[in-house]
């Protein structure tokens, strides 16, 4: 069974920073482009970053530019999302999700079929 597990959430201050796990168990992330994204109370859920199974493509939203930095250990089948700098408006549930892809990732949420429960963030003095 495909399943995707996200920690590291938590309460940080603003400027502080956080590194999210997504943790794959039951298929090869080798093969899989994996995509941060983020929601809100009362918001769409929106991407925030990707990355190809590869490694040789990597996205990033505009808002998170030079702040986060997306990386992922094949070894340990586990993708990270480095969260420095971060802002109030960086609240929100972040979710990790996967879809078979080596050389490209996807910016639009409907490009992938399998989802993790969420970690909360919480930006706030």
């Known amino acids: 069974q495909l399943q995707l597990v996200e920690s590291g959430g938590g309460l940080v201050q603003p400027g502080g920073s956080l590194r999210l796990s997504c943790a794959a168990s039951?298929?090869?992330?080798?093969?899989?482009?994996i995509g941060w994204f983020r929601q809100a109370p009362g918001k769409e859920r929106e991407g925030v970053s990707c990355i190809s199974g590869s490694s040789y493509n990597t996205k990033y939203a505009d808002s998170v530019k030079g702040r986060f930095t997306i990386s992922r250990d094949n070894a340990k089948n586990t993708v990270y999302l480095q969260m420095n700098s971060l802002k109030p408006e960086d609240t929100a549930v972040y979710y990790c999700?996967?879809?078979?892809?080596?050389?490209?990732?996807?910016?639009?949420?409907?490009?992938?079929?399998?989802w993790g429960q969420g970690t909360q963030v919480t930006v706030s003095s």
């Open positions: 999700a996967a879809v078979r892809s080596g050389y490209v990732c996807y910016e639009h949420k409907d490009a992938y079929g399998y």
């Open positions: 039951g298929f090869t992330l080798d093969y899989y482009a």
